[in-house]
C-alpha cells in the first residue's frame, strides 16, 4: 500500500493533504438551487447601483486590491 511507504515524520503532512482532497471532492457534489423568488427593494436597489457604477466605470480592479 502506498500509506505504508509514507514516513512516520510525513503522516500529518500526508493527512492533512489527504482531507483537503476529499474535502474538495465533497465540494463538487454539493448542489446549489436556484433562487428564483422576485428580487427585494433593497436588492433591486443594490442592483441599480451596481449598474450604475458599471455604467459610469468607477469599479475597483481585483489587482489593486490585492497590492
Not at 11 to 33: D, F, S
Not at 36 to 53: G, H, M, R, V
Amino acid at each position: 500500500m502506498l500509506i505504508d511507504l509514507v514516513n512516520e515524520k510525513d503522516t500529518k503532512l500526508v493527512h492533512n493533504l489527504l482531507r483537503v482532497v476529499i474535502e474538495k471532492e465533497n465540494e463538487k457534489e454539493t448542489i446549489v438551487e436556484a433562487d428564483n423568488a422576485p428580487l427585494t427593494e433593497k436588492e433591486k436597489k443594490i442592483l441599480k447601483q451596481a449598474e450604475l457604477d458599471i455604467e459610469n466605470d468607477d469599479l475597483i480592479d481585483w489587482e489593486d486590491l490585492n497590492e
